[in-house]
């Protein structure tokens, strides 16, 4: 090995290659728990939870969590080479290509099965950006941004595939996931966050701030997994269905739980779940506990008080 490794910010030492892989592990173990947070947040609406599978009779909690391990070594990948970069062609590009394996991956372990490709777009972004200011104390909002940055690269090396996502948000006229990264996730730092602090500070419970903010987000983005699986009926009613449970004062309320399992209903009946809402709340864990700088996102037990009582 020789004595340092040249970037484009000047040197890397083995000090600080070994610094950035240890910033790169710390920070894909902290995706992978988003996703295993949201996986496992209950009661979500048309999604898996710990109750059941939802609208997705090819998916079980199992399965999801063992999808997010699976992809959590390729996200460190993007992390470690992001670290000390800026956002180019070229880094577009290795980061797509570290995303279609990461792809290929989770498909062989769900059997074929969709359970995170999303966020594997979102959460590949977020890394990536958030690795490139590993030594700045940066917000959620500045890493959006510099994702935002990475994602108006085009990437010349993807298959001409067309994915459901693109071929419902040209259809539709939405944003779609693409548009949501070129708009620096709006729906995670505008909505997503803001509910997750303002429901914490208000003293709800953890299970209550991570569930108000998925409503939240689903009471406001056009979520192309709706639109594809149940058109635009489909979308009105999770976001009207959605919207109703925030207006009772959220999940906490005894009206606002009536409501969410009514909206529960409404889309189990529809055969529908809100799955880009479900990545973007990931997004949001992960860019609050890196904002937190956090080692970890914290595992959610409120669930177990409400249902058990305390001693």
């Not at 910010?9 to 240890?22: C, I, V």
């Not at 080479?81 to 062609?89: D, L, V």
Request: glycine share 8%; proline share 3%.
């Amino acid at each position: 090995m020789s004595a340092a490794y040249t970037s484009d910010k000047g040197f890397w030492t083995p000090e600080a290659l070994s610094n950035d892989w240890s910033s790169a592990l710390c920070m894909s173990g902290l995706a992978c728990q988003a996703l295993i947070a949201e996986a496992e947040l209950t009661p979500k609406p048309g999604l898996v939870d710990r109750r059941s599978s939802g609208a997705h009779a090819d998916l079980t909690l199992a399965t999801m969590k063992q999808s997010a391990l699976t992809i959590e070594p390729y996200l460190c990948q993007m992390a470690f080479i992001s670290s000390r970069a800026r956002p180019c062609q070229t880094l577009r590009e290795r980061l797509a290509l570290i995303g279609r394996a990461a792809e290929r991956a989770m498909f062989t372990v769900t059997a074929g099965s969709n359970s995170h490709k999303g966020a594997i777009w979102v959460l590949g972004l977020l890394i990536s950006a958030a690795a490139m200011q590993i030594d700045d104390d940066a917000s959620a909002a500045a890493i959006a941004d510099t994702a935002k940055a990475i994602a108006a690269f085009e990437d010349r090396a993807a298959p001409r595939l067309v994915s459901h996502g693109d071929v419902v948000a040209k259809k539709h006229g939405v944003m779609g996931a693409r548009g949501e990264a070129l708009c620096g996730f709006p729906h995670v730092i505008d909505i997503g966050l803001p509910m997750l602090h303002s429901r914490r500070a208000s003293g709800a419970t953890e299970t209550v701030a991570r569930l108000d903010s998925l409503l939240s987000i689903m009471s406001s983005l056009d979520d192309t997994c709706l639109l594809y699986r149940g058109g635009k009926w489909a979308l009105r009613t999770a976001k009207k269905g959605a919207m109703k449970v925030l207006r009772a004062g959220g999940s906490g309320t005894a009206i606002g739980r009536h409501d969410l399992q009514s909206l529960d209903r409404h889309l189990l009946d529809l055969n529908v779940s809100p799955g880009g809402s479900a990545d973007l709340l990931a997004a949001t864990l992960f860019l609050d506990a890196v904002e937190r700088r956090q080692d970890e996102v914290e595992m959610d037990y409120s669930w177990l008080e409400e249902t058990y009582g305390t001693n």
